[in-house]
């Protein structure tokens, strides 16, 4: 329940802080003292649009904040999916709006968007004010009430899912039609694409050797002559570098080197010997590579062929190299398949749509009996509670009526009634008066209360255009709802103000610069003052006094 509302610097109220109670609390007040504003702060906290002229002191800014006791524990998933941290004792959301107009919210002292702040805090508050009477009115609000009262959350849930399935999967096989169809309007250019493609058979990484073989080929003369030249150097002529060597190692053999150490002489050969093998060595790579290098005109016309091939495809196909081909290539083939076989899959995604589609009208057949029998059960509820309040020749009905498969099922649902003999029902925004409307949506919202599972409901001056009799009753009826529930109600009749179990008083007080809201709790004496002062006016006489004692003990 909300358990303490603070605003600072909000409109004519510049700094407030109260504390409430269960049950039904009473707010009271002159028009235009500033009881809208509580609601037009509370609103923020719901996620409404801030305007920064709602701050009176513009050098400092406005925030309110609201803390909730012992928040329902089925909000905690909620936390979760936006990784905010969980107090099963205590929520506390806040609003703070900058002089510049910038708004932020918090929820639990983390930042939160204003779409995060509103799907937690509409968990928590129902402001019921008489928009909500029009908003109740039409028929757009009627489906989501039923579901309500039918509690086909589960059963929702998992027909939406699968209408969004339903829904992806049509709209992937129009896609592939779509495409299917301009690409066979393509089909032979594509076709004489791949055609061409498959003659080349480009390969990946084939382009790069090709270059490099090609190099190779067209400098096989001079690279023959360059690594000759080095192999002479090995082993041309009597004083090449191995005979050289073979003349070094023979004559240092000749000499003692004990002088230098014990093992100078063996570890100098042992370096000559090594040398000699490395040598060796590469002399015989030279000469592989010698035998290798063949100055074959024919091999680098081959060559040069089929680089200037693959570079000529490049150009024509306007790719970027040969991974561009392969890509392409691939590509072509892929949707050529799809072309000559794109029916044959179509055709069985079609079939998996249609059996979709037989279980979704289903689904949506069981939402529909189930609204029905809820509608039913709703309807006798609504009229067996509002005719006790002025409305003893109600008639209501609540028709379901079947249409397409949407997102939210296949009914349409709308809310019929006649508050006079003999008249034929109609949509009941078209034939309801306010007072009407007012008495007839707390009924519903009476009803409704458990089954929205909303810990606090505030009641905005719905009560307005009634008195006397009715008025003792709608009293009755939100007190009935304040032992379920926290219940706040605005009110300017003395009958609902006396029956709730704490009673606030609104008014304002004149400075010198500016006019100021005040919040202000009542005790018993000063409750019964506030009521005789509804009661008779500005002049509060003994009789004002009696009367509004009479109605304060008689609760």
Partial sequence: MLESLIIKNYALIDDLSLDFNPGLTIVTGETGAGKSIMLDALSLLLGERAETKAISDKSRKSVIEATFSNPDVTMESLFEENNLEWNPAELVVRREISPSGRSRAFVNDTPVTLPVLSSITGNLVDIHSQHSNIVLSQSSSHLAIVDAFADNRLLLSDYKNDFSAYVSLRNKIKKIKSQIEKNKENREFIAFQLEQLDKIKPKSGELKQIEQEFDLLSDSDQIRE?????????????????????????SISKVNLSFFGEEAGDEL??????LRIELKDISETIYDYLDKIDSDPARLAKVSSRMNLLYDAIKRFKVSDEEGLVGLHVDLRSKLSAIDNG?????????KARVLAKELKLKANELTESRRQAAEKLGYLIKETAMPLGLQNLTFRIDINQGKLTYDGQDTVDFLCSFNKNHEMQPMGKVASGGELARLMLSLKSIMAKCMNLPTVIFDEVDTGVSGEIADKMGDMMRHMGKEMQVLAITHLPQVASKGDSHFKVYKTDNEDRTVSHVKKLDREERIRELAAMLSGSTINEAALLNARTLLDNE
């Fill in 269 to 274: 050969m042992s370096r000559l010997e090594n």
């Fill in 343 to 351: 029916d044959m899959d179509v055709e069985e995604m079609e079939k």
């Fill in 226 to 250: 360059d690594l000759g030249n080095a192999y002479n150097c090995f082993e041309g002529g009597d004083r090449n570098i191995n005979s050289l060597l073979a003349e070094a190692t023979d």
